[in-house]
């Protein structure tokens, strides 16, 4: 009897594989669906509907685009870490919610390296520091000049405490030696009207929302906060081509699945969202969004990314002082 126990115990781990590998050989069985952890109408929710309505034909079954908002997306995003790891339910993150928010809230229910398996980074919307025309700097030399000449005269307007137009602005300072004046927002709309109105000095907003008010003249572009210039706006230099050295700041979006999913699967699903990326259709569209392509699209450096960002991001939301609950 011992025997036949150990044999029935053996033959049920052996199967085990292969009802895995199984899965992942019939992947998608169902309609995927894609969570934004941000309400509908921002940048994040139009560039995962325009993957979305791509990939169906890459994958063979519909995508389902749900918001689920709330937290900075935290809400979203542990919803999605809570999913069956089938690669049915999906992540379609940013910056907050898969690095930062672990160091800026105070409680926070899932890990952005342990709780999900990276699928693909789609890429990174670059921030763009931008100034009213009313500040008598013409390039980042000349503003840093004029700050320090008139300490806490120029202040810069964000989103919201611990977003990364705010966090921009702490890195911005620690690294220039500046002391510009923080000024929080609920959201980015209210902190461009003021900074069109000249109630605010400057912002470190994404290229995205600024394009349209640098071309009309409205605000004027200082330069691009990553370490390459922006394909949107190529001949304005890099903060750090101007003395800024170092510094990078970028929105980046990534699409993750729980912890857990089969290998096969997420192989799977990144040859297909890589596939959509790819098509002349949605390069044309992300590039006019002033949206950069990914380094890379292999899972791997897309959880090497993720690791870097949280260390990154820990130690400036720790001087920023930033906390949230």
């Not at 729980?258 to 790819?278: E, Q, R, S, V, Y």
């Amino acid at each position: 009897m011992k025997l036949l126990k150990t044999f029935v115990l053996a033959a049920c781990i052996a199967a085990l594989p292969v009802v895995s590998t199984s899965q992942a050989q019939t992947f998608p069985t169902k309609p995927v669906t894609l969570v934004i952890p941000f309400p509908p109408g921002g940048p994040t929710d139009a560039m995962a509907r325009t993957l979305a309505a791509e990939i169906k034909d890459h994958l063979g079954q519909p995508v389902i685009v749900e918001n689920r908002a709330g937290a900075g997306g935290n809400i979203g995003a542990d919803y999605v870490a809570r999913a069956e790891a089938d690669g049915h339910t999906l992540l379609f993150g940013t910056s907050g919610p898969l690095a930062i928010n672990s160091s800026l809230y105070r409680k926070i229910n899932y890990d952005p390296v342990k709780s999900f398996a990276p699928v693909i980074q789609v890429g990174h919307l670059p921030n763009i520091l931008v100034v009213n025309p009313s500040v008598p700097a013409k390039d980042v030399r000349e503003l840093i000049a004029y700050a320090k000449a008139h300490p806490g005269k120029l202040s810069y307007a964000s989103s919201g405490n611990g977003a990364s137009s705010h966090l921009a602005g702490v890195l911005f300072n620690g690294i220039a030696g500046t002391d510009l004046q923080h000024i929080p927002y609920k959201g980015t709309g209210p902190a461009l009207n003021d900074l069109l109105g000249g109630q605010v000095s400057m912002s470190f907003t994404d290229v995205l929302t600024a394009l349209p008010y640098v071309k009309a003249g409205k605000l004027r572009a200082l330069g691009i906060a990553t370490a390459q210039r922006s394909q949107a706006l190529p001949d304005l230099p890099t903060l750090a081509e101007q003395g800024v050295t170092g510094y990078d700041v970028s929105v980046f979006f990534g699409i993750v699945a729980p912890a857990g999913t089969p290998p096969a699967t997420i192989a799977k699903l990144n040859k297909a969202f890589a596939d959509a990326l790819a098509t002349p259709k949605v390069k044309q569209l992300f590039a006019s969004q002033g949206l950069e392509p990914a380094p890379s699209n292999t899972p791997e450096q897309l959880g090497k990314y993720i690791g870097a960002q949280v260390t990154k991001w820990s130690s400036v939301v720790k001087q920023s002082g930033a906390q949230l609950d």
